[in-house]
């Protein structure tokens, strides 16, 4: 990786590059939200302008509206917390009738994230979500219950997994690029990755949640409504960085959105030397509005200052072999 | 543009005093122009244990009041209860300490038109945004009665000053410490009965705000009540702080406390089923 070294003289503002694919969808910065941390964008307009970031991956959408789970669905822990949402939404109709057309006005790249119940479903929002002009790349959201089969996480079952993708990129084509967004709840993640990579997925979304309990000492019981709920931001970031380098190592070609515990320039950097093509700031936007924006900023001058001419010239950077 | 907390900024703000009040704190900030957008009702998202804390997530606090003054400029006053680490970590900070808040945040009380008899209820420091709106209300010319309850009677907020916005005051606790022995709900039955209400806004535990929505079914009164729910992030984006609400279509929603309140029509909040959800889909 010639290119790739980092070179001790500083580059020039403008000729850094900043951009970065994701299978055929371009984007100017590599610094997204990550879906079910933004809503669908509005709430964060207020705090800055969408079009600025990489792109807005909304909240994952089924095909009926949904009211989610009961409340308690939070709950904070050390360096993290805890959500059971459920993924509460407006379901896929009203989502792609009124939420992507503001965000296309608002001139922000949009990445739709996708949940559902059975592997026809996912196939039914691909298809409804082809028919929308403006979408630059489909998540598929696989960590949700299959209840096809005894409510077992299509993301933990590297067959469901497969069938999954493989629905999708039947019904959707070659228009859009597929991320497959996977959970670090499994034995071994190498073989789904590529297991979904095979089935069709342009790229993946390393990490979901990592799924947690806490119990309330008043009540000596689950403190969440959903008794489960999903651990996110810094507490899970090293378990991000492991996945992204094990999955990286092995499928080197295969692009990946990294998210996990993103809260600084310097996390996102870890994750791009990890092996990640475009970084999502999640649970980071909760405690900071401004956090996507100010990140993006943050990797953009920390790049510049390790020496990379590019940040394509950083992803996987951790992986290189050693010149004698 | 977004019409979501259009008003909203991030800023450091100062801590331009900090006093105990009881069992409550009492901190002013210097906030500048953005008391100009803080309306009663608003609440403030403040990030607490400074920037190597394990806590990630900002606490949420009803705006006591807002005031512009020569000398400090805008000031933001909040009544803190030192409960949890992030509530003990904001009451521990000295004058001058810069605090990052955003600010203001969902909905306000609404102010009528027209003069209307007021009852303002608040329970524990939920009174504290309280006197704020009862200076809006006496400037529209309403009639402020307000009614303040605890447990104990350390445990009611209620500033000389601001006494002064009122018409009458009067303090219930339930173990008889200070003012009449009971529930602060106890009379507004009879308040309700005899027409010397037309408007309740209440703030405080979410069974004393169901307790006055039970009072005011089949009435005419209207019950503006501020929620408290626990909240994530403060700005609509996280999904944790829903509660039931009945929208004008006749179906139930989960609607988030923090855009879609903390001000909601008590009416319309479905409070027997709060900690559920409705059955089948929406």
């Known amino acids: ?324 | 543009m977004s019409q979501i907390n259009r008003s909203a900024a991030q800023m450091n703000a100062t801590i331009l005093a900090n006093k105990r009040v009881g069992q409550y704190h009492q901190i002013v900030f210097g906030i500048g122009d953005l008391v100009k957008s803080c309306r009663p009702g608003n609440f403030v998202a403040i990030k607490v244990g400074g920037d190597s804390s394990r806590m990630i997530l900002r606490r949420a606090f009803a705006i006591s009041r807002v005031a512009e003054s020569v000398s400090f400029g805008g000031t933001m006053e909040l009544i803190v209860a030192p409960h949890g680490t992030g509530s003990k970590w904001l009451c521990s900070q000295p004058e001058g300490a810069e605090i990052d808040i955003v600010a203001p945040l969902g909905t306000a009380f609404g102010i009528p038109t027209e003069p209307v008899k007021a009852l303002l209820v608040g329970g524990g420091y939920g009174s504290a945004p309280l006197f704020g709106l009862a200076e809006v209300l006496k400037a529209r010319g309403c009639k402020v009665d307000m009614l303040l309850g605890a447990s104990t009677g350390a445990k009611i907020y209620a500033p000389m000053e601001g006494k002064r916005a009122v018409n009458s005051l009067k303090i219930y606790t339930e173990d008889g410490t200070m003012g009449e022995t009971g529930r602060v709900t106890e009379p507004i039955k009879t308040l309700i009965g005899n027409r010397e209400v037309d408007v309740i806004y209440s703030c405080g535990p979410m069974g004393m705000l169901s307790a006055i929505s039970a009072l005011t079914l089949g009435t005419d009164v209207v019950h503006q009540c501020a929620v408290e729910e626990a909240m994530a992030c403060g700005i609509g984006i996280c999904m944790t702080c829903v509660l039931p609400v009945m929208g004008e279509d006749g179906k139930v929603a989960m609607l988030r406390s923090c855009i879609d309140g903390p001000v909601m029509d008590g009416a319309q909040v479905q409070w027997q089923m709060v900690g559920q959800v409705p059955e089948g889909t929406p």
């Open chain 1, 1 to 324: 990786m010639a290119d790739g070294r980092p070179s001790s003289g500083r580059h020039p503002l403008n000729a850094f590059d900043f951009s970065t694919t994701l299978g055929n969808a371009f984007f100017n910065t590599p610094v997204f939200t990550a879906s079910g941390c933004a809503s669908s964008g509005k709430e964060l307009a207020q705090f800055f302008d969408l079009k600025d970031i990489g792109a807005v991956v909304t909240k994952s959408v089924m095909n009926k509206p949904r009211y989610g789970r009961p409340t308690p669905r939070m709950a904070e822990t050390p360096s993290g917390m805890l959500n059971s949402i459920g993924l509460q939404g407006p379901g896929i109709d009203a989502f792609l009738a009124k939420d992507v057309p503001w965000l296309i006005e608002e001139k922000s790249r949009v990445i739709v994230s996708i949940a559902g119940e059975t592997v026809e479903e996912y196939a039914t929002l691909a298809r409804k979500v082809r028919s929308v002009a403006g979408i630059s790349a489909l998540e598929v959201n696989i960590s949700c219950p299959n209840v096809e089969n005894r409510g077992l996480v299509f993301a933990c079952d590297p067959d469901a997994s497969r069938r999954v993708i493989d629905g999708v990129r039947r019904t959707i084509g070659g228009e859009i690029p597929i991320i497959a967004k996977l959970s670090p709840d499994v034995t071994n993640l190498v073989e789904i990755a590529r297991g979904v990579v095979d089935s069709g997925a342009d790229a993946l979304a390393l990490i979901n949640t990592v799924l947690g309990m806490v119990i309330n000492l008043d009540s000596m019981r689950p403190h969440l409504g959903g008794k489960t709920g999903g651990l996110s931001g810094p507490a899970i970031r090293p378990v991000a960085v492991r996945a992204i380098y094990q999955v990286h190592a092995a499928l080197p070609n295969v692009p990946i959105l990294g998210m996990g515990g993103v809260s600084s320039g310097r996390d996102a950097l870890e994750l791009v030397l990890a092996g990640a093509s475009g970084v999502s700031v999640g649970t980071a936007s909760f405690g900071n509005p401004s956090a996507v924006i100010q990140i993006q900023r943050e990797l953009h001058d920390l790049l510049i200052a390790k020496g990379f001419p590019s940040l394509k010239s950083a992803i996987g950077y951790a992986h290189r072999v050693e010149e004698k």
